[in-house]
């Protein structure tokens, strides 16, 4: 039997295998054992509480204080800057680095239940999954994930655009008025006693339970928490009641480890439960029938306003336990998500000194309180003593590469950046995508650096289409000042049109240090699309990639992009009009606009091109960056072609120093 919960979460599913030696906590110099936690206070209004010293704060391990050795306050980035580029949030980077675990934040796990009620009400948890987007920081991730059985998950990722187009580009509900099981999982061959939606929940929990500094979110959309125990009218499935019990201990214990704040939001509103039923209540009597109309209509009241209260009181479960929220009955769920996100913008990093004495792998409790009135803490309640660390060797680097690559969030052992790029190649059927590596945190000035990479490919369903494994060699490099130096690494791999994850394990041979990086690229079905653009390389020196169908790996492809004067910076990309198509071809405009932090247009720039400079149905096209005209700042470069009224762009931000 599949278990949804088991397959629709991508890697974040298989994620659990995070990497084990985060469990011990960074070591202070003299060698103590820290546990971190990231705890925050909020007060009767859920405001968060700022000012706060690691004097207000007692921490308790199994009953006993703990000294506190690290505290570190964290008030958000303003989730608008006014210092911001205008264009930020709409064009999302190309470049990917490792340094996301780095970084103070929130990792939001949007969840769309299978429990949404089919109709108007899906529309209605898409706009709430949408505001949740709307309302990240700039250092925030989200993840998309679903109980549904539909397999349109999205790992984390800062590209607002790429989680609200996995957020509408389904119908998360299960329900239908065919369906042959009820939405309580008893009947339902996929999600046996609904245990899916317990087992996803823990899922998650363990996958984000070593992650340390980022306040961590759930945001449970549906309407309720529905298991099978023993659904109104009948039995419950046989083994269900223990099946569940088991489900949710686990559940409840992970969710003490992780210190993950659920938030549930009920999509139906506020709304009245059997109207309709009301004008034949009066009319029961037991003069009448048992199967009258009004009878009926009775026992349809008592029954829904039981599923009511029933699902409602099942939403606050896990908020209860977690200090979230539970929104029901209201209309304005979407303010609600704003507020939740509010409470969330300041909090508190605390190291305490574990207990020595106590043996490795026991379960401890942990107890945070706050030396001031009408306030709470909300921190994890649990951890477990780590065993002894084991000292990386080379021939744990083939296993290492693995856990970097099935991990949750890229590895930052070493800093990394990533750019893809994806271009078609002669028959179209599939597109050559081009990964451009820089690697030089692994360089070093004495001797050469052996580099073990590996990249696959996984779509939203989590299945692997592709996976490359080279060994690269970095030249000894002086580092320029205290600047790391750039050193990139190229490949490439062939995959269809759709949408995908790419994750880049580096291991160095010879002294075992690792580091990750993950990336997601919208690959198009270049065959096909009457008009379409590739990704856009941008380059420095002299050129060297040459026209043609096949655009080999250009030497000159970079990952940096910030600038200063006097760098030669060039972008180089293609035009197609459907390579494998037959109809007659048209002529296409170019046009490249840069655009500044402001949004003024600092250079616009258009090209034509005839049905004759397309070869084999494509042409390339390459700009150069007018570095030398524009004065230190952000800014946009925005591709646009047009043809028969159809568009296609392309966006690359870059900086000049």
């Not at 859920?46 to 010293?53: A, I, K």
Request: with cysteine.
């Amino acid at each position: 039997m599949r278990r949804i919960g088991q397959t629709a979460l991508l890697v974040l599913i298989s994620a659990s295998v995070v990497a084990q030696e985060k469990i011990d906590r960074p070591p202070l110099r003299s060698g103590i054992e820290l546990v971190q936690l990231d705890v925050t206070v909020l007060d009767n209004q859920r405001q968060p509480v700022r000012g706060l010293t690691a004097a207000d704060f007692t921490v308790l391990e199994n009953g006993e204080r703990r000294p506190i050795r690290a505290f570190t306050a964290v008030d958000m980035p303003a989730r608008a800057h006014a210092e911001e580029p205008v264009w930020v949030r709409e064009a999302a980077p190309d470049v990917s680095t490792n340094q996301i675990t780095e970084q103070e934040g929130r990792l939001v796990v949007i969840l769309m239940d299978r429990s949404i009620p089919y109709m108007g009400l899906t529309v209605e948890a898409q706009k709430i999954a949408v505001a949740a987007v709307e309302q990240l920081g700039p250092n925030d991730l989200a993840a998309l994930v679903s109980t549904s059985g539909v397999y349109s998950p999205q790992n984390f990722t800062a590209d607002r655009s790429r989680l609200v187009k996995a957020i509408n580009q389904r119908d998360w509900s299960t329900e239908s008025g065919s369906a042959p099981w009820s939405i309580d999982g008893g009947d339902d061959p996929r999600c046996f006693c609904g245990l899916c939606v317990l087992e996803t929940l823990t899922n998650v929990s363990d996958a984000l339970r070593d992650i340390p500094r980022r306040r961590k979110l759930l945001l449970f959309i549906g309407r309720g928490l529905v298991i099978n125990l023993a659904p109104l009218g009948r039995t419950a499935s046989p083994g269900c009641e223990h099946q569940v019990k088991v489900k949710r201990e686990k559940l409840f214990e992970s969710l003490a480890m992780s210190n993950l704040t659920v938030h549930s939001i009920d999509p139906r509103g506020l709304f009245n439960v059997g109207d309709h039923a009301q004008a034949g209540v009066s009319g029961v009597g037991i003069d009448r029938p048992v199967n009258s109309g009004s009878q009926v209509r009775l026992q349809k009241l008592i029954d829904d306003r039981a599923d009511v209260l029933r699902t409602q009181q099942s939403l606050a479960v896990l908020p209860q336990r977690t200090g979230g929220r539970t929104v029901v009955n209201t209309n304005d769920s979407i303010a609600k998500v704003a507020e939740i996100f509010q409470e969330s913008d300041a909090y508190y990093v605390i190291g305490i000194e574990r207990d020595p004495s106590v043996k490795p792998s026991t379960r401890r409790s942990l107890e945070v309180k706050v030396a001031r009135r009408n306030v709470r803490a909300y921190a994890q309640r649990q951890f477990i003593t780590p065993g002894p660390v084991r000292a990386a060797s080379p021939s744990s680097a083939p296993s290492s590469s693995a856990d970097a690559l099935g991990a949750l969030l890229p590895d930052a052992g070493k800093a990394l950046a990533l750019n893809l790029a994806a271009f078609a190649k002669a028959d179209g059927d599939v597109a050559s995508v081009h990964v451009t590596l820089d690697a030089g945190a692994f360089a070093r000035e004495s001797a050469n650096s052996v580099l073990d990479v590996g990249v696959i490919a996984v779509d939203q369903a989590g299945v692997r289409h592709a996976s490359v494994k080279q060994t690269t060699t970095l030249v000894a490099t002086k580092s320029p000042g205290n600047r790391t130096p750039v050193a990139h690494s190229r490949t490439y791999m062939e995959l269809p049109g759709g949408d995908y994850e790419i994750r880049v394990a580096v291991v160095d041979s010879s002294s075992g240090a690792r580091a990750s990086v993950f990336s997601q690229i919208a690959v198009p079905k270049f065959a096909t699309e009457r008009l379409s653009l590739s990704d856009v390389i941008v380059e420095t020196g002299a050129p060297t990639a040459a026209s043609g169908a096949a655009v080999p790996l250009s030497a000159t492809a970079t990952t940096e992009r910030t600038f200063g004067r006097g760098d030669q910076v060039r972008v180089f990309f293609q035009i197609y009009q459907g390579v494998a198509r037959t109809d007659a071809l048209v002529p296409v405009t170019a046009r490249a606009r840069v655009i500044d932090a402001r949004g003024a247009v600092a250079r616009d720039q258009s090209l034509t091109f005839a049905p004759a400079d397309f070869q084999q149905r494509r042409t390339d096209c390459r700009i150069n960056l007018p570095i030398d005209t524009l004065p230190p700042g952000s800014y946009l470069l925005e591709i646009a072609a047009a043809a028969d009224g159809r568009t296609a762009t392309r966006k690359v931000r870059f900086a000049l120093r």
